[in-house]
C-alpha cells in the first residue's frame, strides 16, 4: 500500500493547515498511522499517530493545537494544524505501520514568523 500526503504550503504564524494522506489500498492492515517531521538541520520526530481503534497520541509540542484522525472508508488520515508557529515549519512524512509498514512522501509546511 503506498500512501500520498498532500496539504502542505505556506501559512503565517497562528494559522492553520490541514495535511491529508490517501493510500492506494485499504489501511485496515495498519494497525497504527501517524505522521512525523523533519526540519531543516534535524532529525525527523514523530508528531501524532493514531491506532485502528481511534487512540491517539501527540508530541508535546502539537498538544492542543493539532488533531489527527482517520477515516477507514476513505484510506485517509488527516492531520489538521491550528495555531502554527514558526518552529513547526518542517516536511511532514505520513506513515502506516503493520505487517509491512509504508511512508509517504514528504509535503512542506512552512510557517512565517
Known amino acids: 500500500v503506498q500512501l500520498q500526503a498532500s496539504g502542505g504550503g505556506l501559512v503565517q504564524a497562528g494559522g492553520s493547515l490541514g495535511l491529508s494522506c490517501v493510500a492506494s489500498?485499504?489501511?485496515?492492515?495498519?494497525?497504527?498511522m501517524g505522521w512525523y517531521r523533519q526540519a531543516p538541520g534535524k532529525q525527523r520526530e514523530s508528531v501524532a499517530t493514531?491506532?485502528?481503534?481511534?487512540?491517539?497520541n501527540y508530541r508535546d509540542s502539537v498538544k492542543d493545537r493539532f488533531t489527527i484522525s482517520r477515516d477507514n472508508a476513505k484510506n485517509t488520515v488527516y492531520l489538521q494544524m491550528n495555531s502554527l508557529k514558526p518552529e513547526d515549519t518542517a516536511v511532514y512524512y505520513c506513515?502506516?505501520?503493520?505487517?509491512?509498514?509504508?511512508w509517504g512522501q514528504g509535503t512542506l509546511v512552512t510557517v512565517s514568523s
Open positions: 506513515f502506516g505501520r503493520g505487517p509491512k509498514d509504508s
Open positions: 489500498g485499504s489501511i485496515y492492515n495498519f494497525g497504527i
Open positions: 493514531i491506532t485502528s481503534g481511534g487512540i491517539t
